[in-house]
């Protein structure tokens, strides 16, 4: 029995296949019968792909349809917007003529498309309107501070003479054992004159003292603290701690004014970009393209600008003994680029120094003292900013007096630090690997990030608009099929969006709701939990299963909506509040990394010891390669270990073993070779879209990253499967959604290559 979509026509053997392909945001309306005329085509060419293909890769080619509107503004509508006329278009058949289908270019065509030096896409400035007001009397004077920074550095500087500050500045960031050594050294080799070594310090101490005495205790003003109370966790001498941070203001203003000084570009007004064939609007080229600046400068009061905040920490050796660090950071999101002065340090997050026996009989109660720190550290920065968002703070700017908004657009964290903070269950999902793809500025601090570890088992796709929208979008998730045995279960721990027992796996996701998730923090863990059996520990219990099956913890939460509430920008056209207003962001960096060992690993798998020994060996003759601008990449010697390499390395190593294996890859077994070609083929396809600030339309992102995602996981789990069962191996039928309509060779030749 074979079950057609009534949308597009397309045939599928189960009605799980149907329910999938329903959900994904390929599937629109055709307008015509045609469609279901070819479903009969369609799935001979599918069964006949099943019947050829080692992968069983059920074949079909999706049709995008993008709605491009004559008026510039109204095409700003988003995705889902689009998604919405085709509902409409469903129900009027008169207003199926209306729509017009652009073009739907290849893989190739896409990732030939230039960067953001060289493009020549049409850009054009949105004219936001700004009806807010608020009152300049009750806005932060921010910029007195800085004039007293600028008269505390004149006394300093005036202390001293200019022999000192030309040492001290290059030793400045070295150890004090360092610094002292290099000061006394120097003030007795060179500095002969008793009048001069009174104006040139020694050490370390003697330079705080003096600035002390003469200029007074600058950092206290811009210096915040707040007690955080432990009492209720009975932690051995630990009644409270003490957290020291910067005024996360001041630190955004420093670290724009250092950018600014540095010549790069500071961007407080939106645009568009529309491409100059297509007309449609393209997103990823920088943060003034997306769609979250549009909202803050619609939240600024007139007068304004937005300040965009990024808060990013993660724990760190400090190089000393045994000890260790706990960095907080705030980042100035208003800049296209990355670059080391848009991040500004904060604060320190406290140790709580307990026994070791401790922490190993009462595991969770540390557990919980740890977070309930961290919560309280993160809400009093979210509060500094808080207090100032609804009259702004003054600042200047690069020699400008400008009235700024502070607005939270994201929190920039790896999984460990993300399960802390936002209250989930587990920092990995247990039998499913996601990859979450969003980011700020693509190609920089923002990207794809790979969940979990069991590659081989399912994966998911979890696709954030700002590819789509620079900082905001939509959200797509989808999985891959589970193919292993029925018994595995899918514990699935996310902060955007849940995923229900008994879904197909092709299905897309449901997001989280702020007001549902919000009550049942309030019922399982803000209220006094209760014994008794009547109706209120009844609805507790229910409460708390509730939050685990949707992937938080029964006793943690996150308090990031208790602090923040006008800083949280969120889609004014959505009705349903996102919970966390699409502030978690990953870096590209760390999947990058992550990614590239579980591909390598896959492949390297199923090869036996002359196999690899070939490929070395096919790898040391091959000649240097280039990056585009004629640098030279250093050599690899082999590409079946990648210990110690780093991501650059790493992501070049990706394009090596293509050559290593050969087009057609004929040294591994026969039934491997295509999915290792495509899983190659896919994730070169990622790495070249990511990289470059290349723009792209809603539909091109859906391409060349979820579709991309999709077919290199399938053929990772393929791999893997393989890799366990060995000869034994017979690959289960699964349906995956394919991007090309035929044939994978093309695909699989046209993308091989360094394209560094």
């Not at 008994?502 to 709701?513: E, P």
Request: net charge positive.
């Amino acid at each position: 029995m074979s079950f057609a979509c009534g949308r597009c026509g397309n045939i599928f053997a189960s009605r799980q296949a149907l329910g999938g392909h329903l959900s994904y945001p390929t599937c629109v309306f055709d307008g015509n019968d045609s469609a279901v005329a070819s479903s009969a085509e369609t799935a001979e060419v599918a069964e006949a792909n099943v019947n050829a293909s080692a992968v069983n890769i059920v074949t079909h080619a999706p049709v995008i349809s993008t709605f491009v509107s004559d008026d510039n503004d109204s095409a700003d509508a988003s995705y889902a917007e689009a998604r919405a006329e085709a509902a409409v278009a469903n129900g009027n058949a008169g207003a199926v003529n209306n729509v017009t289908r652009a073009p739907v270019m290849s893989t190739l065509k896409l990732l030939e498309r230039p960067v953001f030096e060289y493009n020549e896409h049409r850009i054009v400035v949105l004219d936001v309107p700004q009806l807010l007001r608020c009152n300049p009397e009750q806005t932060y004077r921010l910029h007195e501070m800085q004039q007293a920074y600028e008269e505390y550095c004149d006394i300093i500087r005036d202390e001293y003479c200019h022999q000192f500050w030309v040492f001290f500045s290059a030793v400045y960031l070295q150890q004090n054992v360092v610094i002292d050594t290099t000061l006394k050294a120097c003030r007795s080799t060179f500095i002969s004159d008793k009048a001069m070594k009174t104006r040139f310090a020694s050490s370390v101490r003697e330079i705080r003292a003096r600035t002390l005495a003469c200029a007074g205790d600058f950092p206290s003003l811009v210096t915040h603290s707040v007690s955080i109370d432990l009492r209720e966790f009975e932690l051995p001498g630990i009644d409270e701690v003490t957290f020291r941070f910067m005024n996360p203001l001041w630190a955004w203003v420093a670290a724009a004014n250092d950018m600014m000084d540095a010549g790069h570009e500071i961007n407080f007004q939106p645009k568009a970009m529309y491409h100059e064939t297509t007309k449609q609007r393209l997103f990823g080229a920088g943060v003034a393209f997306g769609k979250k600046l549009k909202w803050a400068l619609s939240r600024t009061p007139a007068g304004g600008k937005p300040a965009l905040f990024g808060i990013s920490f993660d724990g760190a050796e400090s190089g000393i003994s045994n000890r260790s660090m706990y960095p907080i950071c705030v980042s100035v999101l208003n800049f296209d680029g990355s670059d080391p002065l848009a991040l500004a340090l904060v604060g320190y997050v406290p140790k709580l120094e307990v026994p070791k026996v401790f922490k190993k009989k009462k595991a969770n109660l540390f557990l919980s003292a740890r977070a309930h720190v961290f919560q309280q550290c993160v809400g009093a920065i979210l509060t500094e900013m808080e207090q100032v968002s609804e009259h702004g703070f003054s600042a200047d700017l690069n020699g400008e007096r400008v009235r700024l908004h502070p607005f939270l657009v994201a929190i920039q964290v790896d999984s460990k630090e993300r399960k802390t903070y936002f209250g989930l269950k587990s920092d990995r999902s247990e039998f499913i690997c996601g990859v979450h793809m969003w980011g700020s500025h693509v190609g920089f601090t923002c990207g794809v990030h790979m969940w979990g570890s069991h590659v081989g088992y399912t994966c998911g796709v979890h696709m954030w608009g700002p590819y789509v929208g620079s900082i905001c979008g939509i959200h797509m998730s989808t999985r891959i099929t589970l193919t292993l045995a029925p018994s595995c279960t899918c514990d699935r721990s996310c902060a955007i969006c849940r995923f229900r027992k008994g879904w197909s796996s092709l299905r897309r996701g449901t997001t989280h709701s702020k007001n549902h998730i919000q009550r049942l923090w309030h019922l399982a863990i803000d209220t006094p939990r209760t014994r008794r059996r009547n109706e209120l520990g009844r609805a507790q219990k229910r409460a708390r299963e509730q939050l685990q099956r949707h992937g938080f913890h029964r006793k943690r939460r996150c308090t990031m909506l208790d602090y923040a509430s006008r800083i949280l920008l969120r889609d004014p056209l959505n009705q349903r509040q996102e919970l966390f207003a699409h502030v978690i962001y990953n870096d590209l960096l760390h999947w990058e990394l992550n990614v590239c060992d579980y591909t390598f690993a896959a492949i390297v798998g199923v090869m036996t010891p002359a196999m690899k020994l070939e490929c070395d060996a096919n790898t040391l003759q091959l000649p240097m390669f280039r990056q585009p601008d004629g640098v030279p990449i250093r050599r690899f010697k082999m590409v079946s270990e990648n210990t110690y390499l780093t991501t650059a390395r790493r992501l070049t190593l990706t394009f090596i073993w293509v050559h290593a294996l050969g087009t057609r890859a004929l040294m591994l077994p026969e039934n491997c070779r295509t999915p290792t070609l495509l899983a190659l083929s896919s994730l070169q396809t990622i790495i070249l879209a990511c990289h470059g600030r290349r723009s792209y339309s809603v539909s091109e992102w859906t391409k060349l990253l979820v579709e991309s995602a999709m077919v290199l996981f399938g053929c990772l789990q393929y791999l893997m499967e393989h890799d366990i069962e060995g000869d034994n191996f017979t690959p289960m039928p699964r349906s995956v959604i394919n991007i090309l309509p035929h044939k994978w060779s093309p695909h699989v030749e046209s993308t091989c290559g360094v394209h560094m």
